[in-house]
């Protein structure tokens, strides 16, 4: 599995915490970095711990409770007279 996909899917699959203060976004996004086995070099390094907060605000977006009206099943009407 691609490295970058991994640390993605642990991060989906737990490893956010909303609330987290950016001290502590950079110690987390480190400590995939290093379950991953990968490193960034200095000069990039806020630049993708800015990419890992606004992913990590993205994901909480996604996780968010929805009522049962905003199911895709209800977003699109397909007339199915047309599709004759």
């Known amino acids: 599995m691609n490295t970058l996909c991994y640390v993605l899917d642990m ?4 490893g956010h915490k909303s609330g987290v203060s950016p001290m502590n976004v950079a110690t987390e996004f480190d400590a995939f970095l290093a379950r991953a086995g990968l490193s960034v ?7 993708m711990i800015a990419g890992y907060e606004d ?24 007339d199915v007279r047309r599709l004759s």
């Open 41 to 47: 070099s200095a000069d990039r390094r806020e630049a």
């Open 11 to 14: 991060f989906v699959r737990g």
């Open 55 to 78: 992913l990590r605000k993205r994901v909480a977006l996604l996780r968010q409770k929805r009522k049962p009206s905003s199911a895709p099943c209800s977003v699109f009407s397909v």
